[in-house]
């Protein structure tokens, strides 16, 4: 049996849908159904929020913070500089000497509940936001960012008050200020998930958000203000890269947390080494979906639909290699091919949109050149036929067969919607490919068999391990990397300890 869809020269015939798909596509061809940003208020300008006060920038310099579905600007943002950086580390120190060090673990519970409140109060606001600012289909950042910024915020209102039963019995403290580095992939909750576990275990915060999405940790700081948190224990500092090196190598920070690039984390790592600075990275993956024949294999496709082309591939954790068993290759290949026919491209404020913009042109750049890199190595590539809107930064869901493990599509991380697909005849060959990276942060595994989840899971070097499922998360479940993807966990039990020094 032919391992590649088609044979070169005769693609045309293979490249379109079933009759099948095609009466789908029909049948469900949705009117728009924009969610409105009327109600939504966006400041022309935004200045640091340092010291619990919205402060202009002592560069005196502003940014655009553009949207990449419409390339409208919808803010100008605050760069701050290495002095901006250092006012909000020293009213950091001021806050955690002064209260927040000091105050009960019930009473910091208190004020982090009610951000936690505030955020579901302001979900349609923040869902709206994050879809203008970073591209992501608006069911995505309704459905997942802002109810899990919440969760997380919740979850960790919680465990203020019962620090000392978190390590069976042994007493902890802080550590003092964090400098917290983010991302542009989940940018409310990447700020939820740094700082909810810094305050809850009672750190005070400087807070960088990434250049291309810096709204909603804005919007955030707004309902930090509201909650009346005392001033300095969280402060926001947007910029470029230099605003977070600077914030990374202030010599008072006690630590450092990051999410981002593996090579921006290699970078810090080295800046920091020889310090007593703790520090923790989330960096990238190269997720193998491993599917084996005896799977539910229309619900193994809607998973690997989920974990590879809903938010763009933009998710650290994606699973953008797909490893499927030979003999159900073909026809795992096909159901996938005929339910992107199906997805949706297009406005991110659409509530029918599947699959949004890219984060930047920057990032376009970057998918671009890697597909074109799959196309010479040789792979076949199949591009879901979507109407591309004029204005706006899009890829059209892409995957890859034929494609050998040694090449770029298979070994880099794309961090677009474009999946890489090859195969395996037995459970320790899946094994040996799926680890044959240097990423090992997540993976998903689709069988009928429990064994054989359990005994794939205890083999497969990835921090997080879904089984019959894909890209779920919760604050209660330690989320890390293996190998380049990091090290240091968020979430959990595990994730507090990021943040504690334990006696
Ligand atoms: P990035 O370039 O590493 O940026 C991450 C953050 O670091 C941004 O805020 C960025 O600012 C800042 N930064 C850039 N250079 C810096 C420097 N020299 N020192 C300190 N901070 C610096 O990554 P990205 O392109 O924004 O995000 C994509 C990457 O993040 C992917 O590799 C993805 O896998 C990874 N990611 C990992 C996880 C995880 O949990 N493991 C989660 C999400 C994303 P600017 O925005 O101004 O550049
Ligand atoms: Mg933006």
């Not at 500092?237 to 981002?260: I, M, Q, R, S, Y």
């Amino acid at each position: 049996m032919s391992h590649t869809l088609t044979k070169p020269g005769s693609t045309e015939v293979d490249r379109k849908p079933s009759a099948a798909a095609l009466e789908f596509g029909q049948a469900w061809e949705y009117a728009p159904a924009p969610e409105s940003p009327d109600h939504v208020r966006i400041d022309p300008k935004y200045g640091l929020f340092v010291g619990g006060r919205w402060v202009t920038p002592r560069s005196g310099k502003f940014f655009p913070t553009v949207s990449p579905s419409t390339e409208q600007t919808l803010a100008e943002v605050a760069e701050a500089n290495a002095q901006d950086v250092d006012d909000a580390v020293k009213a950091a120190r001021e806050a955690y000497d002064k209260y927040w060090s000091k105050l009960r673990g019930a009473d910091r519970a208190k004020y982090i509940f009610r951000i936690a409140r505030a955020i579901q109060e302001k979900a349609r606001e923040l869902a709206i936001v994050e879809s203008m600012d970073g591209g992501k289909p608006i069911k995505e950042s309704r459905d997942v960012d802002v109810p899990l910024a919440a969760a997380h915020f919740f979850y960790h209102a919680g465990w203020a008050d019962k620090l000392d039963y978190a390590f069976q019995g042994r007493r902890v403290r802080p550590l003092g200020v964090a400098g917290q580095i983010i991302p542009w992939n989940f940018p409310l909750l990447m700020a939820a998930w740094k700082i909810a576990p810094a305050i809850a275990c009672g750190n005070t915060v400087v807070l960088k958000p990434a250049e291309t999405t810096p709204l909603t940790a804005l919007l955030l700081a707004k309902i930090i203000e509201e909650a009346e948190l005392p001033p300095g224990v969280v402060n926001i500092v947007t910029g470029a890269g230099e605003t977070g090196a600077a914030l990374a190598n202030h010599p008072d920070v006690n630590k450092v947390a990051f999410t981002g690039s593996t090579d921006v984390g290699k970078r810090i790592q080295r800046a920091i080494a020889g310090s007593t600075k703790r520090l923790t990275l989330e960096l990238g993956g190269k997720a193998a979906n491993v599917v084996f024949a005896d799977a539910p294999l229309d619900q193994a496709v809607e998973g690997i639909v989920n974990g590879i082309y809903f938010n763009q591939g933009h998710v650290c954790c994606a699973g953008s290699r797909l490893l499927v068993e030979e003999s159900v290759h073909d026809i795992v290949v096909k159901k996938l091919r005929d339910r992107m026919h199906t997805l949706r491209l297009g406005d991110p404020l659409d509530k029918n949109t599947d699959v949004g913009a890219i984060n930047s042109k920057a990032q376009l750049q970057r998918i671009r050149e890697l597909v074109d890199a799959g196309e010479k190595e040789g792979a076949e590539r199949f591009s879901a036929p979507c109407r591309i809107p004029d204005k706006g930064f899009w890829f059209a869901p892409t995957f890859f067969t034929g494609a050998s493990m040694s090449s770029r599509i298979a070994r880099e991380e794309i961090f677009g919607p474009v999946l890489t697909i090859m195969t395996f005849r037995t459970p320790d060959e899946a094994i040996e490919k799926a680890n044959n990276t240097m990423y090992g942060l997540s993976a998903g595994i689709w069988t009928d068999k429990g064994a054989k989840i359990f005994y794939m899971a205890t083999k497969l070097k990835a921090g997080v391990i879904w089984g019959n499922t894909y890209n779920k998360f919760d604050p209660s479940s330690p989320f890390g990397g293996y190998k380049e993807s990091g090290f240091g966990r968020e979430g959990g039990r595990q994730g507090l300890s990021a943040y504690v020094e334990v006696e």
